[in-house]
């Protein structure tokens, strides 16, 4: 037991050597440095916050409390991250309809930072839904578990639908939400844009006859680029739009109700992300020490608010470049669940 708990020790201070190096490396100006860091750190906060979550949701179902385990738990990833990584998810509008209970809270799934997002607008008596393959992960598979998520098996349709229909009798029961990202995996994109949504949390949302909340984060490229091994600091906006009422729908009006939410989704992120706040995480600021980018056209013929295009029309409306954009990433729902 003392061999196993120095060899822990003696990880823990590599790992907290090794991020707080980074740290000092990014200070002078090697871009790549500040990435790995906060990599490290938001891995260290994960494992860190799921212990945490273990221990807790063991403790509230002591008490008969467990409901709110995964409330608790992502409260304190968001103020770890917030101190170790600088980054933050910040609701600028609509978090009285957090309130709403039960309901289908669904979001915008960009990358694995997302699970920030969930820190900071769980409401309490929610729990997420997640791929049954989480389920076997060692402690943060333990914390899903003992926390209440509905685990899908995404390869067996029946199996899924049947866990679905639990899930729309728990909520029934329990007055208990679920929050669910619809496009089923993560976008990892560059620009506002939403891939299809799947059906499932709204054929979830009908059965048990509860509002979808919707949630929409704005596009943080600027924040988090993988490919480009970037991670910086910075406050990503949200907002909570209103509940959208099943009342009355069956399963016919289940493709309808998803085009027209996934379309409520897309304008709502291509504004948000257009915001003077969304910009802020959306583009990305050169490192020092680094050529500066390519200035893209569009935001040249921003700049330049008198050149015209071929046919005389003026090129710098904001409203065109949204039009175009949409144009552009299309309002097309695919795929089923």
Not at 25 to 52: K, P, T
Not at 190 to 211: C, I, N, R, S, Y
Not at 306 to 329: C, H, I, P, Y
Request: with cysteine; hydrophobic share 40%.
């Amino acid at each position: 037991m003392n061999i196993i708990l120095l060899r822990f020790l003696q990880f823990l201070g590599v790992y907290l050597g090794l991020t707080t190096s980074l740290y000092s490396m990014s200070l002078l100006g090697i871009s790549q440095a500040s990435f790995y860091a906060r990599l490290l750190a938001s891995y260290g906060c994960l494992v860190v916050c799921a212990f945490y979550g273990v221990f807790a949701s063991i403790a509230l179902r002591l008490v008969g409390q467990h409901r709110i385990a995964q409330w608790a738990t992502g409260r304190a990833f968001k103020h770890t991250m917030a101190l170790a990584t600088g980054v933050r998810f910040t609701v600028i509008s609509g978090k009285e309809h957090l309130k709403s209970r039960p309901a289908v809270f669904i979001g915008n799934h960009q990358t694995a930072l997302d699970v920030l997002l969930l820190g900071t607008i769980f409401p309490r008596h929610c729990a997420v839904t997640a791929k049954k393959s989480l389920a076997r992960a060692p402690i943060l598979g333990w914390f899903m578990a003992l926390s209440g998520t509905v685990f899908i098996d995404r390869t067996n349709r029946s199996t899924a639908l049947k866990a679905f229909e639990g899930a729309a009798r728990e909520m029934q029961r329990e007055k208990q939400s679920v929050f669910i990202f619809p496009e089923g995996t993560r976008s990892n994109a560059e620009e506002p844009t939403l891939l299809g949504f799947k059906k499932g949390a709204f054929h979830l949302a009908v059965q048990a006859g509860v509002d979808i909340v919707p949630i929409v984060a704005g596009c943080y490229w600027g924040v988090l680029g993988a490919k480009e091994k970037r991670f910086t600091s910075g406050e990503i906006p949200v907002r909570i739009l209103p509940p959208i009422s099943t009342k009355g729908l069956t399963n016919a009006d289940v493709e309808e109700l998803t085009r027209t939410t996934r379309e409520l989704m897309l304008k709502e992120l291509i504004d948000l992300t257009e915001s003077p706040q969304g910009q802020k995480a959306a583009k990305a600021t050169p490192h020092r020490h680094a050529d500066p980018p390519p200035v893209p056209e569009k935001s040249a013929l921003r700049a330049d608010p008198g050149r015209r295009g071929a046919d005389g029309v003026g090129l710098s409306s904001g409203t065109n470049q949204r039009n175009e954009r949409r144009e552009k990433f299309g309002m097309q729902v695919h795929g089923s669940l």
